[in-house]
């Protein structure tokens, strides 16, 4: 509801926030083309790299969504490069599984431990791990990965 009020009446004093806020709402909704739309519009008026990556972030997340792996990775990428330090590390997250999705084994390992390494408690980026090593044979480090995000995800140390 609040996304249809905001796509009724984009002015020009619409904020970021706005954006942001009919993003998530529509996401919420199932409707991932018109939640990208407006992470595109978010990032098109923030101001501030944080609300940059955010943005670039939120557009990789519902590329992800809507099954278009090549452009999730792409702004993942920019929302990497922008390099707000709070957000890099989910943005590694959605590149990892954009490249895990485009058989991208090795790269999406590499992405998905850098997620890791900027949070330990990002069960996303063990699981997708665990998928690339099971693809790329390495069955053992599939094996730890699993264990350490069930440990995690189990409220346990990692």
Known sequence: MAAIAIEKSCT???TSDDFFYAAFYSAKSGDFAKALSFAQMETEKSETDYGKAEGLSQ?????LRLSRFREASEAASRSISVGDKQLIGRAFTYRAEANYQLGLYKEAVQDATTAICRNQSDLRAYKIRA???EKLG???DAMSDRRT????????DV
């Not at 557009?59 to 590329?63: E, G, K, N, S």
């Not at 995000?149 to 346990?156: P, Q, T, Y």
């Open 12 to 14: 020009i004093d619409t």
């Open 149 to 156: 995000g069930d440990d995690a995800s189990n409220g346990g």
């Open 59 to 63: 557009q990789a997340r519902y590329l």
């Open 138 to 140: 390495r069955k053992d």
């Open 131 to 133: 998928k690339c090593f």
